[in-house]
């Protein structure tokens, strides 16, 4: 069990966050706000995959405005990404945006973060402060020796804290992002030590999905496995959805969240006497519709079968034109290599339509 570090409290929209509430998976469209169509359909797409919190990035005073528009229709909370112009964020705020993702370092000085905050005080709009390696305040990195350190980043951030704690407003989480993996870890644990506000967890410009996911599970998972951080996002390049579907194997694998059926398999060797590739792909793909927090194991022999996969709920072994059922490690019938498959999901189908799983339901 992992034992999460208590923060505060805050909520965007209808999500709460901090003081452990469920962590988060946030993504971030690719339209610009002005296509208000297109930015709603994109919204909700993601929204249906799992999305919990949608950042925008706002360009323009338009795209700002458009923000109202996008509310009546959007099925999550909207965050606002503000970058260079404060005024953008208080147009934002006249538009019903939810909360706002400010980099302090690029909008003009403390006055203008002093205008944002009174402007989001009274509506307590959360605001996230966004501290990145890659743009870091001149005074910081001269500090420092000119390149980005954990303990340079966390000055930067405690600075904007600074600010918003001297007006008196606490309706904030943070992050402290890199590209670099290492650095993104020491530099969220450096910043744990010190506050209790909600983090936002992330390994900026983590890179395409093969690279981006490894980098990003590794960084974000380290943290989660520490009981560091509340909410997250899998920066990938491509499809954000598969930033969804990242956050949510993340999660899912750390015990943190749960998303339904998920699927063990072992990797092929030479004993393998079936199609392990296909069969895998099948009932992963299946498992989709399952709702239920059941484990699925699909194994390549009975070498592999029950003893190692003893944990799943279900599961199947294959062997030499036959292969076995087991359930939690016993064997439930052997069937012909061509039916494993149909009689896995046979024995799965009756056990969530049975009086035991419906009890479980209950507890």
């Known amino acids: 069990m992992i034992t999460r570090k208590p923060t505060r409290s805050i909520q965007i929209g209808n999500v709460k966050i901090g003081n452990n509430a469920p962590i988060s998976i946030q993504s971030m469209i690719t339209t610009n706000p002005v296509e208000v169509k297109k930015a709603i359909a994109e919204i909700n797409r993601l929204a249906e995959a799992g999305c919990e919190l949608v950042r925008l990035a706002v360009p323009s005073e338009e795209a700002a405005k458009a923000i109202k528009d996008i509310k009546k229709e959007s099925k999550v909370p909207l965050i606002a990404d503000i970058h260079f112009d404060y005024r953008l964020a208080l147009t934002a705020i006249d538009s019903g945006i939810d909360g706002l993702r400010i980099n302090p370092g690029n909008i003009g000085g403390e006055e203008n973060v002093v205008a944002v905050v009174e402007k989001a005080k009274p509506r307590k709009i959360p605001i996230r402060i966004g501290i990145n390696a890659g743009s870091l305040p001149k005074h910081i990195l001269d500090a420092y020796g000119g390149h980005p350190v954990a303990d340079g980043m966390v000055e ?147 070498v592999n079968g029950p003893g190692e996969a003893r944990e799943a709920d279900f599961g199947i072994a294959g062997g030499d034109g036959a292969g076995i059922v087991f359930r939690k490690g016993e064997v439930i019938k052997t069937v012909p290599e061509n039916e494993l498959v149909e009689a896995l999901f046979s024995e799965i189908n009756m056990y969530l339509e049975s009086d035991e799983y419906q009890a479980s339901l209950k507890k």
């Open 156 to 302: 930067a951030a405690l600075e904007h804290i600074r600010i918003l704690e001297k007006m008196k407003y606490e309706e904030m989480k943070i992050s402290i992002k890199a590209t670099d993996v290492p650095l993104m870890i020491e530099a969220y644990q450096k910043l744990s030590s010190k506050v209790d506000y909600p983090l936002h967890l992330g390994v900026t410009e983590a890179g395409t999905i093969k690279q981006g996911t490894v980098k990003s599970s590794i960084g974000i998972g380290a943290l989660l496995a520490q009981g560091i951080g509340d909410t997250l996002r899998v920066s990938l390049t491509g499809d954000p959805i598969n930033e969804i579907e990242v956050g949510k194997m993340i999660l899912s694998s750390l015990g943190l969240r749960s998303y339904g059926a998920t699927m063990i398999s072992c990797p092929t060797c030479g004993r393998c006497r079936v199609n392990l590739f296909d069969m895998a792909e099948v009932v992963e793909e299946r498992l989709k519709a399952i709702k239920a927090p059941i484990r699925v194991a699909v194994m390549g022999c009975v």
